[in-house]
Protein backbone atom coordinates (compact mmCIF):
# COMPACT_ATOMS: atom_id res chain seq x y z
CA UNK A 1 0.00 0.00 0.00
CA UNK A 2 1.53 3.24 -0.68
CA UNK A 3 0.17 6.81 1.33
CA UNK A 4 0.98 10.31 0.43
CA UNK A 5 2.26 11.90 3.67
CA UNK A 6 1.53 15.69 2.29
CA UNK A 7 -2.35 15.16 2.18
CA UNK A 8 -2.50 16.11 5.53
CA UNK A 9 -4.75 16.74 8.61
CA UNK A 10 -6.99 19.09 5.66
CA UNK A 11 -8.22 16.40 4.04
CA UNK A 12 -9.00 14.26 6.83
CA UNK A 13 -11.12 17.02 9.34
CA UNK A 14 -12.91 17.90 5.21
CA UNK A 15 -13.54 14.04 5.20
CA UNK A 16 -15.02 13.69 8.42
CA UNK A 17 -17.13 16.76 8.41
CA UNK A 18 -18.35 15.34 4.78
CA UNK A 19 -18.92 12.03 6.55
CA UNK A 20 -20.87 14.06 9.38
CA UNK A 21 -23.66 15.17 7.20
CA UNK A 22 -24.01 11.31 5.45
CA UNK A 23 -25.40 13.49 2.53
CA UNK A 24 -22.65 12.20 -0.17
CA UNK A 25 -22.50 8.17 -0.66
CA UNK A 26 -21.86 5.92 -3.08
CA UNK A 27 -24.21 3.04 -2.99
CA UNK A 28 -24.55 0.78 -5.93
CA UNK A 29 -23.25 0.86 -9.28
CA UNK A 30 -24.71 4.06 -10.83
CA UNK A 31 -24.78 6.05 -7.65
CA UNK A 32 -27.20 7.36 -5.32
CA UNK A 33 -29.99 7.46 -8.04
CA UNK A 34 -28.77 5.16 -10.68
CA UNK A 35 -28.15 7.73 -13.52
CA UNK A 36 -24.67 7.94 -13.38
CA UNK A 37 -24.19 11.18 -11.24
CA UNK A 38 -22.09 12.23 -8.13
CA UNK A 39 -22.45 15.18 -6.16
CA UNK A 40 -21.03 18.46 -7.41
CA UNK A 41 -17.76 19.33 -6.49
CA UNK A 42 -14.08 20.29 -7.10
CA UNK A 43 -13.16 16.83 -8.52
CA UNK A 44 -8.72 15.70 -9.39
CA UNK A 45 -7.93 15.72 -12.96
CA UNK A 46 -4.40 15.34 -13.34
CA UNK A 47 -3.12 11.71 -11.17
CA UNK A 48 -1.46 8.39 -12.05
CA UNK A 49 -1.10 5.21 -10.65
CA UNK A 50 1.78 6.64 -8.16
CA UNK A 51 1.21 10.76 -8.33
CA UNK A 52 -1.93 12.61 -6.98
CA UNK A 53 -3.05 9.72 -4.82
CA UNK A 54 -4.08 9.61 -1.41
CA UNK A 55 -3.78 6.27 -1.20
CA UNK A 56 -3.70 2.53 -3.06
CA UNK A 57 -4.40 -0.26 -1.40
CA UNK A 58 -3.74 -3.99 -3.17
CA UNK A 59 -6.66 -5.98 -3.64
CA UNK A 60 -7.04 -9.59 -2.24
CA UNK A 61 -8.41 -11.10 -5.93
CA UNK A 62 -10.05 -10.80 -9.01
CA UNK A 63 -13.50 -9.10 -9.52
CA UNK A 64 -14.67 -5.95 -12.03
CA UNK A 65 -17.41 -4.86 -9.60
CA UNK A 66 -17.45 -1.22 -8.63
CA UNK A 67 -17.14 -0.19 -5.00
CA UNK A 68 -19.80 0.83 -2.71
CA UNK A 69 -19.96 4.10 -0.71
CA UNK A 70 -21.29 4.73 2.76
CA UNK A 71 -20.01 7.18 5.23
CA UNK A 72 -16.42 5.89 6.15
CA UNK A 73 -16.55 2.64 5.00
CA UNK A 74 -15.35 1.54 1.23
CA UNK A 75 -16.90 -1.72 -0.27
CA UNK A 76 -15.57 -4.30 -2.85
CA UNK A 77 -16.00 -7.73 -4.09
CA UNK A 78 -13.63 -10.04 -5.90
CA UNK A 79 -12.21 -13.44 -5.42
CA UNK A 80 -10.07 -14.17 -2.33
CA UNK A 81 -8.14 -17.75 -2.14
CA UNK A 82 -10.33 -19.70 -4.65
CA UNK A 83 -14.11 -18.40 -2.58
CA UNK A 84 -15.81 -15.73 -3.49
CA UNK A 85 -15.61 -12.84 -1.35
CA UNK A 86 -15.83 -8.80 -0.27
CA UNK A 87 -13.29 -6.61 1.50
CA UNK A 88 -13.83 -3.39 3.49
CA UNK A 89 -11.61 -0.28 3.67
CA UNK A 90 -11.97 2.61 5.54
CA UNK A 91 -11.48 6.11 3.62
CA UNK A 92 -7.46 6.01 4.40
CA UNK A 93 -6.89 2.62 2.70
CA UNK A 94 -6.93 0.46 6.01
CA UNK A 95 -8.37 -2.87 5.85
CA UNK A 96 -11.06 -3.03 8.35
CA UNK A 97 -12.15 -6.76 7.07
CA UNK A 98 -12.86 -9.39 4.90
CA UNK A 99 -15.44 -12.02 4.16
CA UNK A 100 -15.83 -15.46 2.03
CA UNK A 101 -18.43 -17.05 1.11
CA UNK A 102 -18.05 -20.26 -1.27
CA UNK A 103 -15.99 -21.43 -3.94
CA UNK A 104 -15.92 -18.57 -6.51
CA UNK A 105 -17.06 -19.90 -10.56
CA UNK A 106 -14.44 -18.07 -12.48
CA UNK A 107 -15.41 -15.59 -15.87
CA UNK A 108 -15.54 -17.21 -18.95
CA UNK A 109 -14.77 -14.01 -20.89
CA UNK A 110 -11.08 -13.07 -20.70
CA UNK A 111 -12.66 -9.19 -19.81
CA UNK A 112 -14.70 -10.86 -16.65
CA UNK A 113 -14.64 -12.22 -13.45
CA UNK A 114 -16.88 -14.09 -10.79
CA UNK A 115 -17.39 -10.75 -9.17
CA UNK A 116 -18.82 -8.62 -11.63
CA UNK A 117 -21.76 -7.31 -10.28
CA UNK A 118 -21.52 -4.20 -7.87
CA UNK A 119 -22.32 -4.60 -4.04
CA UNK A 120 -24.97 -2.16 -2.73
CA UNK A 121 -25.59 -1.04 0.84
CA UNK A 122 -28.06 1.62 2.56
CA UNK A 123 -25.79 1.97 5.47
CA UNK A 124 -27.38 -0.93 7.77
CA UNK A 125 -27.20 -3.74 5.10
CA UNK A 126 -24.71 -4.72 2.30
CA UNK A 127 -25.76 -7.01 -0.33
CA UNK A 128 -22.82 -9.04 -2.48
CA UNK A 129 -24.12 -11.03 -5.35
CA UNK A 130 -21.93 -13.36 -7.15
CA UNK A 131 -21.55 -15.47 -10.63
CA UNK A 132 -21.85 -18.62 -8.30
CA UNK A 133 -25.29 -17.60 -7.46
CA UNK A 134 -24.40 -16.32 -4.03
CA UNK A 135 -26.56 -13.80 -2.44
CA UNK A 136 -25.69 -12.45 0.56
CA UNK A 137 -26.40 -10.03 3.38
CA UNK A 138 -24.14 -8.66 6.00
CA UNK A 139 -23.85 -5.61 8.64
CA UNK A 140 -21.08 -3.29 7.73
CA UNK A 141 -19.19 -4.48 10.02
CA UNK A 142 -18.69 -7.76 8.29
CA UNK A 143 -20.91 -10.28 10.11
CA UNK A 144 -22.90 -12.13 7.81
CA UNK A 145 -27.02 -11.37 8.62
CA UNK A 146 -27.77 -14.34 5.64
CA UNK A 147 -26.69 -15.84 2.19
CA UNK A 148 -28.43 -17.74 -0.32
CA UNK A 149 -27.77 -19.17 -3.39
CA UNK A 150 -30.47 -18.28 -6.19
CA UNK A 151 -29.07 -20.74 -8.89
CA UNK A 152 -29.48 -23.82 -6.11
CA UNK A 153 -32.80 -22.10 -5.32
CA UNK A 154 -34.37 -21.34 -8.25
CA UNK A 155 -32.36 -23.24 -10.72
CA UNK A 156 -29.18 -23.14 -13.08
CA UNK A 157 -27.47 -19.85 -14.88
CA UNK A 158 -27.95 -20.33 -18.30
CA UNK A 159 -26.41 -17.33 -19.43
CA UNK A 160 -24.34 -17.45 -22.71
CA UNK A 161 -21.04 -15.16 -20.67
CA UNK A 162 -20.68 -14.15 -17.37
CA UNK A 163 -23.63 -12.70 -14.96
CA UNK A 164 -23.46 -9.08 -14.87
CA UNK A 165 -26.17 -7.29 -13.57
CA UNK A 166 -26.20 -5.73 -9.85
CA UNK A 167 -28.96 -5.97 -7.07
CA UNK A 168 -30.86 -2.93 -6.41
CA UNK A 169 -32.90 -2.13 -3.12
CA UNK A 170 -36.28 -0.99 -2.73
CA UNK A 171 -37.58 -0.47 1.01
CA UNK A 172 -36.69 -3.02 2.79
CA UNK A 173 -35.85 -5.82 0.12
CA UNK A 174 -32.64 -6.12 -2.49
CA UNK A 175 -34.37 -7.24 -5.90
CA UNK A 176 -32.30 -8.82 -8.93
CA UNK A 177 -33.09 -9.56 -12.13
CA UNK A 178 -31.83 -12.98 -13.95
CA UNK A 179 -33.01 -13.08 -17.16
CA UNK A 180 -31.13 -15.72 -18.98
CA UNK A 181 -32.34 -18.55 -21.98
CA UNK A 182 -34.88 -19.98 -20.47
CA UNK A 183 -36.37 -19.51 -16.96
CA UNK A 184 -36.30 -16.07 -16.55
CA UNK A 185 -37.77 -14.00 -13.44
CA UNK A 186 -36.96 -11.24 -11.19
CA UNK A 187 -36.79 -11.38 -7.30
CA UNK A 188 -37.16 -9.64 -4.06
CA UNK A 189 -35.87 -11.05 -1.05
CA UNK A 190 -36.27 -9.02 2.74
CA UNK A 191 -33.64 -7.32 3.80
CA UNK A 192 -33.36 -8.48 7.46
CA UNK A 193 -34.29 -12.64 6.95
CA UNK A 194 -33.56 -13.50 3.25
CA UNK A 195 -37.04 -14.51 2.93
CA UNK A 196 -38.33 -14.65 -0.73
CA UNK A 197 -40.97 -11.51 -0.81
CA UNK A 198 -41.72 -12.17 -4.33
CA UNK A 199 -40.70 -13.85 -7.54
CA UNK A 200 -42.31 -12.91 -10.98
CA UNK A 201 -41.46 -14.18 -13.86
CA UNK A 202 -40.46 -12.29 -16.43
CA UNK A 203 -40.30 -14.49 -19.89
CA UNK A 204 -40.61 -13.42 -24.05
CA UNK A 205 -40.03 -15.46 -26.93
CA UNK A 206 -37.00 -13.88 -28.64
CA UNK A 207 -34.56 -15.03 -30.74
CA UNK A 208 -31.30 -17.13 -29.82
CA UNK A 209 -29.09 -15.36 -27.07
CA UNK A 210 -31.70 -12.27 -26.91
CA UNK A 211 -32.89 -13.07 -23.48
CA UNK A 212 -29.89 -12.91 -21.97
CA UNK A 213 -29.53 -9.58 -20.47
CA UNK A 214 -26.73 -8.52 -18.17
CA UNK A 215 -28.37 -5.43 -17.37
CA UNK A 216 -28.76 -3.73 -14.23
CA UNK A 217 -32.53 -2.71 -12.97
CA UNK A 218 -33.42 1.18 -11.67
CA UNK A 219 -35.85 1.76 -9.12
CA UNK A 220 -37.41 5.31 -10.04
CA UNK A 221 -40.36 6.63 -8.16
CA UNK A 222 -43.41 6.95 -10.26
CA UNK A 223 -46.55 8.63 -8.25
CA UNK A 224 -45.34 7.72 -5.25
CA UNK A 225 -44.93 4.04 -5.93
CA UNK A 226 -41.59 2.22 -6.73
CA UNK A 227 -41.01 1.00 -9.98
CA UNK A 228 -38.50 -1.39 -11.46
CA UNK A 229 -37.24 -0.68 -14.67
CA UNK A 230 -36.03 -3.15 -16.02
CA UNK A 231 -33.99 -3.82 -19.79
CA UNK A 232 -33.78 -7.18 -21.78
CA UNK A 233 -35.19 -9.99 -24.23
CA UNK A 234 -36.20 -7.37 -26.36
CA UNK A 235 -38.43 -5.68 -23.69
CA UNK A 236 -38.21 -2.98 -21.25
CA UNK A 237 -40.78 -3.24 -18.71
CA UNK A 238 -42.06 -1.69 -15.42
CA UNK A 239 -42.92 -3.45 -12.54
CA UNK A 240 -44.37 -3.07 -9.17
CA UNK A 241 -41.44 -3.02 -6.51
CA UNK A 242 -43.90 -4.15 -4.01
CA UNK A 243 -45.22 -7.16 -5.57
CA UNK A 244 -43.29 -7.53 -8.89
CA UNK A 245 -46.25 -7.48 -11.19
CA UNK A 246 -45.51 -6.24 -14.26
CA UNK A 247 -47.19 -2.76 -14.90
CA UNK A 248 -46.64 -2.08 -18.21
CA UNK A 249 -44.13 -3.49 -21.51
CA UNK A 250 -42.64 -1.85 -24.39
CA UNK A 251 -41.31 -3.66 -27.42
CA UNK A 252 -40.62 -3.26 -31.17
CA UNK A 253 -36.93 -2.99 -30.06
CA UNK A 254 -36.42 -5.63 -32.78
CA UNK A 255 -39.52 -5.62 -35.40
CA UNK A 256 -40.84 -8.71 -36.70
CA UNK A 257 -37.71 -10.94 -34.46
CA UNK A 258 -35.17 -10.93 -36.96
CA UNK A 259 -31.77 -10.12 -35.43
CA UNK A 260 -30.64 -12.60 -33.15
CA UNK A 261 -27.91 -12.31 -30.79
CA UNK A 262 -28.93 -8.93 -29.51
CA UNK A 263 -27.61 -9.49 -25.65
CA UNK A 264 -27.79 -6.62 -24.18
CA UNK A 265 -25.09 -5.21 -21.64
CA UNK A 266 -25.71 -1.60 -21.23
CA UNK A 267 -28.11 -0.77 -18.72
CA UNK A 268 -31.52 1.55 -19.42
CA UNK A 269 -30.99 4.59 -17.62
CA UNK A 270 -34.15 6.72 -16.12
CA UNK A 271 -34.00 10.69 -15.73
CA UNK A 272 -37.39 12.66 -15.54
CA UNK A 273 -39.79 10.05 -16.25
CA UNK A 274 -37.68 8.79 -19.42
CA UNK A 275 -35.40 5.79 -19.59
CA UNK A 276 -33.33 5.72 -22.37
CA UNK A 277 -32.31 2.58 -23.91
CA UNK A 278 -28.83 1.54 -25.71
CA UNK A 279 -29.60 -1.29 -27.99
CA UNK A 280 -28.89 -3.49 -31.16
CA UNK A 281 -25.35 -3.79 -29.99
CA UNK A 282 -24.28 -0.63 -30.38
CA UNK A 283 -26.14 0.82 -33.47
CA UNK A 284 -29.52 1.72 -31.75
CA UNK A 285 -30.65 4.45 -29.20
CA UNK A 286 -34.15 4.89 -27.97
CA UNK A 287 -35.92 7.24 -25.43
CA UNK A 288 -39.10 5.51 -23.68
CA UNK A 289 -41.68 7.41 -21.59
CA UNK A 290 -41.52 5.08 -18.65
CA UNK A 291 -44.90 4.91 -16.97
CA UNK A 292 -48.57 3.97 -18.16
CA UNK A 293 -50.35 0.40 -17.84
CA UNK A 294 -50.50 -2.27 -20.29
CA UNK A 295 -48.10 -2.30 -23.47
CA UNK A 296 -46.94 1.06 -24.17
CA UNK A 297 -44.61 -0.32 -27.59
CA UNK A 298 -46.69 2.67 -29.50
CA UNK A 299 -47.53 5.25 -26.84
CA UNK A 300 -44.41 5.22 -24.78
CA UNK A 301 -41.61 5.65 -27.78
CA UNK A 302 -40.82 9.70 -27.89
CA UNK A 303 -37.66 8.94 -29.98
CA UNK A 304 -35.33 6.75 -31.70
CA UNK A 305 -32.12 6.76 -33.57
CA UNK A 306 -30.32 4.47 -35.06
CA UNK A 307 -27.05 3.57 -37.30
CA UNK A 308 -23.20 2.77 -36.63
CA UNK A 309 -21.88 4.29 -33.80
CA UNK A 310 -25.17 5.76 -32.65
CA UNK A 311 -25.21 4.30 -29.06
CA UNK A 312 -22.92 2.09 -26.62
CA UNK A 313 -22.58 -2.01 -26.32
CA UNK A 314 -21.42 -1.96 -22.91
CA UNK A 315 -20.94 1.36 -20.72
CA UNK A 316 -24.63 2.42 -19.79
CA UNK A 317 -25.12 6.81 -20.18
CA UNK A 318 -24.82 8.97 -17.31
CA UNK A 319 -27.69 11.18 -17.17
CA UNK A 320 -28.29 14.60 -15.67
CA UNK A 321 -30.40 18.06 -15.83
CA UNK A 322 -32.37 17.17 -18.96
CA UNK A 323 -28.86 15.65 -20.66
CA UNK A 324 -27.98 12.13 -21.66
CA UNK A 325 -23.75 12.12 -21.55
CA UNK A 326 -23.35 8.59 -23.93
CA UNK A 327 -20.34 6.70 -24.23
CA UNK A 328 -19.87 4.56 -26.72
CA UNK A 329 -17.34 1.42 -26.79
CA UNK A 330 -14.52 3.12 -29.28
CA UNK A 331 -14.86 6.76 -26.92
CA UNK A 332 -16.93 9.07 -28.95
CA UNK A 333 -18.74 11.11 -26.82
CA UNK A 334 -22.47 12.16 -27.55
CA UNK A 335 -24.04 14.97 -25.31
CA UNK A 336 -28.13 14.57 -26.19
CA UNK A 337 -31.58 16.47 -25.23
CA UNK A 338 -33.07 13.77 -22.81
CA UNK A 339 -36.75 15.16 -24.02
CA UNK A 340 -36.14 14.67 -28.01
CA UNK A 341 -32.60 12.89 -28.50
CA UNK A 342 -31.18 15.51 -30.45
CA UNK A 343 -27.41 15.91 -30.50
CA UNK A 344 -26.15 18.65 -28.70
CA UNK A 345 -22.91 18.19 -29.05
CA UNK A 346 -19.89 15.44 -29.81
CA UNK A 347 -16.64 14.36 -28.59
CA UNK A 348 -13.75 12.16 -29.83
CA UNK A 349 -11.70 10.67 -27.40
CA UNK A 350 -8.13 9.35 -29.04
CA UNK A 351 -8.10 6.07 -30.84
CA UNK A 352 -7.13 3.23 -29.51
CA UNK A 353 -7.55 -0.47 -29.81
CA UNK A 354 -8.72 -1.12 -26.33
CA UNK A 355 -12.37 -0.05 -25.52
CA UNK A 356 -14.38 1.08 -23.24
CA UNK A 357 -16.51 -1.41 -20.34
CA UNK A 358 -17.00 1.39 -17.77
CA UNK A 359 -19.70 3.47 -17.62
CA UNK A 360 -19.23 7.35 -17.71
CA UNK A 361 -19.99 9.38 -14.32
CA UNK A 362 -20.73 13.00 -14.35
CA UNK A 363 -19.76 15.07 -11.14
CA UNK A 364 -20.85 18.53 -11.13
CA UNK A 365 -19.13 18.86 -14.53
CA UNK A 366 -16.53 17.12 -14.88
CA UNK A 367 -16.83 13.87 -16.49
CA UNK A 368 -14.65 10.70 -16.34
CA UNK A 369 -14.24 8.01 -18.58
CA UNK A 370 -12.00 5.05 -17.75
CA UNK A 371 -10.66 2.83 -20.77
CA UNK A 372 -9.83 -0.86 -20.46
CA UNK A 373 -5.89 -0.35 -20.33
CA UNK A 374 -6.26 1.51 -17.47
CA UNK A 375 -6.19 5.31 -19.01
CA UNK A 376 -8.75 7.36 -17.67
CA UNK A 377 -9.92 10.53 -19.14
CA UNK A 378 -11.26 13.65 -17.37
CA UNK A 379 -13.33 16.23 -19.19
CA UNK A 380 -15.38 19.33 -18.60
CA UNK A 381 -18.62 19.71 -19.84
CA UNK A 382 -20.85 22.67 -20.75
CA UNK A 383 -23.35 24.03 -23.03
CA UNK A 384 -20.41 24.26 -25.29
CA UNK A 385 -19.12 20.68 -25.27
CA UNK A 386 -16.34 18.70 -23.85
CA UNK A 387 -12.90 20.07 -22.93
CA UNK A 388 -10.00 17.61 -21.93
CA UNK A 389 -8.49 18.14 -18.82
CA UNK A 390 -6.17 15.06 -18.42
CA UNK A 391 -5.34 11.55 -19.80
CA UNK A 392 -4.37 9.50 -17.06
CA UNK A 393 -2.10 6.52 -16.92
CA UNK A 394 -3.48 3.68 -13.88
CA UNK A 395 -0.50 1.58 -14.96
CA UNK A 396 -3.57 -1.86 -15.04
CA UNK A 397 -6.36 -3.00 -16.71
CA UNK A 398 -9.66 -0.67 -15.48
CA UNK A 399 -12.98 -2.25 -16.24
CA UNK A 400 -15.38 -1.16 -13.03
CA UNK A 401 -16.83 2.31 -13.43
CA UNK A 402 -15.34 5.16 -10.94
CA UNK A 403 -16.76 6.76 -8.20
CA UNK A 404 -16.39 9.91 -7.48
CA UNK A 405 -16.89 10.71 -3.57
CA UNK A 406 -16.47 13.90 -1.62
CA UNK A 407 -14.47 15.80 -4.23
CA UNK A 408 -12.11 13.14 -4.64
CA UNK A 409 -11.92 9.44 -7.30
CA UNK A 410 -11.77 6.29 -6.15
CA UNK A 411 -10.84 3.79 -9.12
CA UNK A 412 -11.17 -0.21 -8.81
CA UNK A 413 -8.14 -1.41 -11.20
CA UNK A 414 -7.53 -4.55 -12.12
CA UNK A 415 -4.99 -5.16 -8.80
CA UNK A 416 -5.76 -2.06 -6.88
CA UNK A 417 -8.09 0.30 -5.10
CA UNK A 418 -6.61 3.70 -6.01
CA UNK A 419 -7.89 6.88 -4.19
CA UNK A 420 -7.07 10.00 -5.73
CA UNK A 421 -7.59 13.23 -3.44
CA UNK A 422 -8.82 16.27 -4.71
CA UNK A 423 -6.12 19.40 -4.83
CA UNK A 424 -3.35 17.03 -5.34
CA UNK A 425 -1.41 16.76 -8.15
CA UNK A 426 1.79 15.36 -9.99
CA UNK A 427 4.98 17.01 -8.80
Not at 118 to 125: A, K, Q
Not at 148 to 175: A, M, Y
Not at 192 to 207: D, I, M, T
Amino acid sequence: MYRSATLGLTFVIALQCAIGTAAENWPQWRGPLGTGVGAAGEYPAKFSSDEGLAWKAKLPGNGTSTPAVWDDRIFVTCGIDGRDGVVCYDMNGKELWRHQFGRERPGKNPHATGSNPSPVTDGNHLVVYFKSGTLACLEPSGKEKWSTNLQEKFGKDTLWWDLGTSPVFSRGRVIVAVYQSGDSYLVALDLNSGNVAWKEQRQYEVPRENDNSYCTPQIVSIGGKDVIVSWGADHLTGHDAATGKQLWECGGFNPDSRQSNWRTIASAVVSDGIAVVPYGRGESLAGIRADGTGDITKTGRIWEKSGRGTSADVPTPAVRDGKVYLLTDAGHIDCLALQTGDVLWSANLPKNRNRFYASPVLAGDTLFCAREDGTVFVGQVSDAGYKELATNAMGERVFATPVPIRGALLIRGEEHLFFVAAGKSPE
